[in-house]
């Protein structure tokens, strides 16, 4: 469609009148939109949508700077150009914004940049977490940074890579990067052992711990920042050795996108003697190729040579660090500098200090789960066992546990048992997997976790709230998630607020009155639910079974008269196994939720929970409301390890209508906690009355589009998200964000207390 310049200047007009004034009209703006090509002029426009519904001034902005955003971006860039200036939007509001989109002028063009096709991470994010962590044992996250770089739980990659022509080339190196982020905390990286380093200068250092190793032996360096070069540069050649022999497929990727990286790495003269060192270093590192070649002189060659040796077999991160302090005294007396903008693109940078803060938290997150699971398995009077008194031995050779140091590949086929006073105690599959965590961070289990009790020596539990969770808090009270933006096509980064709340509990006997009201219904229910203490079902075309399978028997008849040799498997047995399910009820506590809903909602809990004590399947019970995306609160009602007692009975009572329905951040908040459970099925059921709403426009497509992008971020968790709900006009809208077959509706509010147990045991049959 080629639109009319009295077209364009009435549409910009409506759209920026907020912005115009006597002195500033559109004439500059519709100039600009009349100089495009009408094809131009159409993906123009829908980006100058999505930008002005942000803010006015931001598309005005836009539009100014097309022109030279076309020429720098190429025109299938403007979309990347225009999210990132909204990402500084999002986080520091409009000037921060215009500023970007005035930069434009002074960005250098590349050449050939119009065909590179760039890939952002908020488009990759997921299927990167959902790689690394098959590799980690350890739950990772995947966030944005200015460069790549660990803290030890979170992996941080750059907002979009745009090195390469080809898209799929892109998100290689962005594959690289996690996986190096991923090896560097696999390999013991942050875990330098200084008096094992064979240098004189760390003789008679002491870090804190193993986890202080790494920035101490740095700051013995005049140039710590020289020396973390070095040592990030060593530990690169020696993690890449290492993930050959462990994952040859993903090492030859790396091998490619290292050849891309030299054929892309541009030539440059005049360099002072340090920068032309590290130039000519990292064209070695990066093809293999003789330094020599490169011009560089004997000093480049001298440390190629030292560096190669930890391409063998047994290198240790202390062998990297003897390296680095071999060669630091040539480099340092080196003269200028410039090298920092001569680095390999994947390493990134190492921050030891952020990942020792991080590790030692999880250390004693996993020592006082560690020390609980054994009271449990021990049982009675826990603490009359004494420290020594309890072992843990692999149950085929009986020998204790012990790794010659961190990081060495776990024994995966090893299986623990607890031995106490002369007793073996079986350990279940989420406590062996944590065991081999711990193996794989110290090298052994610590005696001190070997003692039956919650706390692990110098472990104070952290209150929900101050201790981020992955992506989520980082906010002081509050966990901060990104919300999706279906007009940008991406998220609006560390938009959401999620304040956990304790919810008030009430003397009123709410639960009481909901036994007593429903009593034939509660009898039922727990007649109905015992029997699905164990889960059954039918294994069919068996070579033994108590039954014989009708189908197996016809085909083998058939076969036979055929002169086809029959199958002997004609008979069908049941097979039944433990249940192994974990399931969240994420309750609406919106204003809209008072009188017969809010009374419903009580009874139907009290039901819910009366059966699931006796099914004893894991289960929480959560509730959210809110006002804007800076309070979004998310009630806890039962948490999982919590038991159903006068407490939880109180809270229930206590549920009253509160604010809005922001669901999206709520059902993230759920996500993260219920992603924490060691369970074969994880349910997410949701209890709400209406389509989620807020304050600050969260309401129609926005906060429909943003509550079905966070359901299927729960379902990449291998989450299975459900909604019960009494809206009449839910069909309208709940089938697009939950799936057709994901929802039920109850139409009479005064069935929801019988309704929602029989839909529960319908889900987990």
């Known amino acids: 469609m080629a639109w009319t310049r009295e077209e364009i200047d009435d549409r910009l007009s409506r759209q920026l009148e907020p912005v115009l004034s006597s002195r500033r009209t559109t004439a500059q703006v519709t100039e600009v939109m009349c100089s495009l090509h009408p094809a131009q002029q159409e993906r123009v426009l829908a980006l100058f949508d999505v930008a002005v519904a942000s ?61 590179h096709q760039a890939v952002r991470l908020d488009d990759v994010a997921r299927v990167l977490e959902t790689y690394v962590n098959g590799l980690s044992r350890r739950r990772l996250a995947v966030d944005v940074g200015e460069v790549a770089f660990t803290d ?98 993903l090492a030859r990727v790396l091998g490619e996108v290292k050849q891309g990286l030299a054929r ?129 031995r692999p149950k085929q050779d009986g020998h204790p546990p012990r790794r010659e140091r961190a990081g060495e590949p776990p024994a995966e086929d090893l299986v623990f048992q607890l031995w106490v006073d002369g007793r073996s105690l079986e350990i279940p599959g989420e406590v062996q997997s944590l065991v ?26 952290a209150e929900r709230g101050e201790e981020p969770l992955g992506h989520g808090a980082a906010e002081p009270g509050g966990y901060v998630y990104d919300e999706w933006d279906y007009r940008r096509g991406s998220y ?41 203490r164990t889960e059954e079902r039918w294994l069919r075309r068996q070579r033994y079974g108590t039954d014989i399978d009708l189908d197996a028997v016809v085909e083998a008849v058939a076969d036979a ?38 009374q419903a909602q009580k009874e139907s809990l009290a039901l819910l929970c009366e059966a699931l004590e006796v099914l004893g399947d894991r289960y929480a019970i959560f509730g959210f409301s809110g006002m804007t995306r800076l309070r979004c609160e998310f009630f806890t009602i039962k948490q999982f390890d919590q038991p159903y007692d006068d407490g939880v009975r109180m809270r ?24 924490e459970v060691e369970a074969r099925t994880r349910l997410l059921i949701t209890l709400s009355d209406g389509k989620p709403d807020d304050w600050d426009h969260y309401r129609g497509a926005t906060g429909i589009e943003d509550t079905r992008r966070a359901l299927i971020e729960a379902k990449r968790q291998e989450i299975h998200p459900f909604c019960i709900t009494i809206d009449r006009e839910a069909h ?34």
């Open 55 to 115: 803010n006015e001034e931001i598309g005005y902005q836009f539009l100014l700077n097309v022109p030279e955003a076309i020429v720098k971006r190429g025109p299938h860039g403007l979309h990347g150009w225009l999210l990132e200036a909204l990402d500084r939007y999002d986080q520091g509001g409009m000037y921060p914004a215009v500023q970007f989109l005035n930069e434009i002028h002074r960005e250098q063009r590349l050449a050939g940049a119009q065909s």
């Open 152 to 249: 030890g739980e979170t992996l941080f990659l750059p907002n979009q890579v745009a090195v390469f022509p080809a898209a799929e080339d892109n998100f290689r190196l962005y594959k690289v990067m996690v996986t190096l982020q991923w090896a560097q905390l696999a390999q013991a990286t942050f875990r330098l052992r200084l008096a094992e380093v064979g240098w004189p200068a760390a003789d008679g250092v002491e870090a804190v711990d193993d986890l202080g190793g790494l920035e101490a032996f740095l700051a013995l360096f005049p140039d710590p920042e020289l020396a973390s070069r070095l040592f990030l540069l060593a530990e690169g050649i020696r993690l890449e050795a290492w993930l050959g022999g462990e994952l040859p497929g």
């Open 264 to 392: 892309a790495r541009p030539a440059v003269g005049g360099l002072a003697p340090r920068a032309a060192f590290f130039d000519a270093l990292s064209r070695w590192y990066l093809r293999g190729s003789a330094p020599g070649t490169d011009g560089a002189g004997q000093g480049v060659v001298e440390a190629a040579a030292r560096l190669a040796t930890l391409r063998t077999a047994g290198a240790t991160v202390e062998t990297s660090a003897a390296v680095v302090a071999a060669l630091y005294p040539s480099v340092a007396n080196l003269a200028g500098g410039g090298e920092a903008s001569l680095t390999v693109p994947y390493l990134g940078e190492l921050r030891p200090a952020q990942v020792a803060t991080t590790l030692r938290r999880l250390r004693a997150g996993e020592a006082h789960a560690f020390r609980t699971a054994v009271a449990h398995l021990v049982g009675e009077r826990p603490a009359d066992i004494a420290q020594g008194e309890i072992e843990l």
């Open 436 to 461: 081999h965590t711990i193996l794989d961070d110290l090298g052994e289990i610590p005696p001190e976790y070997l003692v039956a009790g919650g706390n692990a020596p110098g472990y104070a539990m």
């Open 492 to 532: 609006r980064k560390r938009w959401c607020v999620v304040q956990e709340r304790p919810t008030a509990a009430s003397a009123e006997p709410a639960v009481e009155r909901a036994l007593a009201k429903h009593a034939g219904v509660v009898t039922t229910l727990r007649r109905q639910f015992e029997m699905l």
């Open 561 to 598: 008269r055929a002169g086809i040799e029959p199958d002997d498997r004609l008979f069908s047995r049941v097979q039944r196994a433990e249940r192994n399910i974990a399931v969240a009820f994420l309750v609406d506590m919106s204003g809209s939720t008072k009188g017969w809903i809010n």
């Open 652 to 675: 229930i009572a206590g549920i009253e209508p509160q604010d809005y329905t922001r669901l999206g951040a709520a059902i993230r908040h759920t996500t993260r906690l219920l992603a």
């Open 732 to 765: 309208d809208y709940i089938a697009h964000m939950y799936g057709a077959v994901n929802y039920c509706l109850v139409e009479d509010v005064r069935t929801l207390p019988r309704k929602i147990p029989e839909v529960y045991r319908r889900l987990t049959r």
